[in-house]
């Protein structure tokens, strides 16, 4: 699979857009100003607000909305991480003394109340495990974990553990005896399905890193300012490309020289054999239209995304949960039997399905309903096709089987807000009372459209109405569209002028004049 990674740099903002085979899979936004608060980061808080009936407190961290920790979310080894924090706020020793003394011993009980652990105006460390969603503040954790290319650093732990993708019994063993003779005291590890096969050098000096990143949080702590954030994850692009890069990627484009240093630096730190797959963009027109990107957005971001043979889905955001809605459109008049035509319908869907999750990464509870099959294994084999399309998701998700009512529930790790992006445009026919569907993606809905007539409908000769502008673009030049669709789906097209109709609108009709039903 050819993957690419295309990032655009402006002053308000970087976007990354991960294409697979040419097709936008993954968005990614990030503001370029320093007031930003990203999964990961490490705060130095203060606790504003005990509620014994959440067994939880809130907790000052800088921003506009207390942050909500729950008991649970303290971690194990709280009490340690707590006399760590007091000691090196009261100063009483150098950080590096403090740490090295610790005693991890001591295990916070699993049914206490977080009423015996914390007080308001406690000074507290913490890790934003959620950003702000809605009306809700981050989610906070004081399990600390400082992550990197081929492993996570867990401080206050001793435990290793590997990821379940490393399959082979002597890899493991290999990795699971490197680990334990480089890991200091008080130390725990995950390592990560890219550490397989890595030597021991490579791991090394990575542990090396994550130990310093944190060890640098410490001085911050000393001066006591509460709040005040003491570590920040990388950059959204270097997350990223930490998280996806691979032996399967192709190249990666980005049109500004600072990010390009930036990459190509970090990619020398973790994979220095792919630094050379980093380009600098230096073309006149934007990146994301250069390679399709904005184009893709258009048309994958509306409230109704259209897919091919006129099918169609939409998707509604509530409070609760997201609502994906499928639709067979001018399908369902083939006849090709109802309960056959659910079913493909319902499969085609389930790509775009998996698509949609990762695109706008979609968290917490989806609802999808799907077209009603009454055949028990084609209900099987679409939740086994959902469930082989996912496989590839890295958020954790929970997938139940079809209902009767032709319902699928999924549950998808929620840690930032949904990524929303208006696609409307005011239309210029009302100077922006109304909205239409983007019109970048007008001329080829007509040739979808087109497409369907000679292909199903087996139509040889159709009439096409639009307004004046989009007639003189269909038809200029001796190559125009219209005759390069006429030849290319071998149906004659004929466009003719309607000053009625609105620039995005369209009227087909067949050679007695009436109107051709989509």
């Known amino acids: 699979m050819e993957k690419d990674l295309i990032i655009d740099v ?80 009261q100063k009483k020793n150098s950080p590096k003394e403090i740490y090295s003394s610790l005693k991890l011993g001591t ?59 490393i399959t082979l019994k002597e890899e493991r063993n290999r990795l699971e005896r490197l680990v334990r003779s480089i890991l200091p005291p008080n ?7 890219a550490a397989e096969g890595k030597k021991a050098a490579v791991l090394d000096a990575e542990l090396n890193a994550l130990i310093h990143k944190w060890e640098e949080s410490w001085s911050v702590m000393q001066k006591g300012q ?31 020289q600072d990010v390009f240093e930036e990459i190509c630096t970090y990619i020398g730190t973790i994979a220095p054999e792919k630094e050379k797959i980093v380009k600098l963009y230096k073309g006149k027109d934007p990146i994301f239209d250069t390679f399709d990107v904005n184009r893709q957005i258009r048309s994958s971001f509306g409230r109704i995304v259209p897919l091919k043979q006129g099918i169609y889905i939409i998707i509604e955001h509530t409070e609760a949960l997201h609502v994906v809605d499928v639709n067979s459109g001018i399908r369902s008049k083939m006849g ?10 319902n499969m085609v869907v389930a790509e775009e399905l998996a698509r949609q999750m ?14 009603d099959m009454d055949t028990a294994d084609h209900r099987q084999k679409l939740y086994k096709r959902v469930q082989e399309l996912m496989a590839s998701d890295r958020a954790k998700h929970n997938i139940l089987p079809v209902t009767k009512f032709g319902l699928m529930q999924i549950t998808r790790q929620r840690v930032r807000p949904a990524m929303e992006i208006n696609t409307s445009e005011k239309c210029p026919s009302c100077d922006g ?19 369907f007539f000679a292909h199903e409908k087996k139509l040889k000769n159709v009439f096409l109405e639009v307004h004046p502008f989009v007639e003189a673009y269909l038809t200029k030049g001796l190559s125009s569209k219209a005759k ?5 789906y071998k149906c004659r097209l004929n466009v003719r002028i309607n000053s009625t109709l609105a620039v995005t609108q369209a009227r087909w009709l067949d050679e007695k004049n009436g109107k051709i039903d989509l």
Do not use: C
């Not at 239409?436 to 080829?444: Q, Y």
């Open 433 to 451: 009372t109304g909205k239409i569907a983007p019109s970048l993606l007008f001329t080829e809905n007509i040739e979808n459209q087109l497409a």
């Open 226 to 256: 509460v709040p005040s954030r003491l570590l920040t994850e990388n950059s959204r692009i270097t997350t990223v490309i930490r998280d996806l890069l691979n032996d399967t990627f192709t190249s990666i484009y980005v049109n500004d």
């Open 107 to 165: 295990v916070l009980p699993k049914e206490g109340k977080i009423s015996d652990v914390l007080k308001p105006g406690q000074s507290v460390l913490v890790q934003i495990v959620k950003e702000p969603i809605s009306t809700k503040g981050s989610r906070l954790t004081s399990d600390i974990s400082i992550a990197g290319r081929n492993m996570v650093l867990m401080p206050f732990s001793e435990k290793v553990s590997l990821s379940s993708r």
């Open 187 to 193: 130390y725990g590890l995950i390592v990560r399905t």
């Open 358 to 371: 990762r695109l706008r990464d979609l968290g917490g509870i989806i609802v999808v309903d799907f077209i």
């Open 10 to 89: 402006t002053s308000a903002e970087v976007s990354i857009a991960l294409l697979e085979n040419k097709r936008l899979m993954e968005l990614h936004k990030e503001e370029t100003s320093d007031n930003h608060f990203s999964v990961g980061d490490l705060y130095l808080g203060k606790v504003r607000k005990i509620m014994p009936a959440l067994n939880a407190a809130f907790v000052d961290i800088g921003h506009e909305k207390d942050a909500f920790i729950h008991y649970f979310d303290l971690g194990y080894a709280f009490s340690t991480i707590n006399y760590f924090t007091q000691q090196v706020i």
């Open 484 to 488: 390069k669709w006429s030849k290319k």
């Open 336 to 345: 090709n039997g109802q309960e056959n035509n659910a079913f493909e319908v």
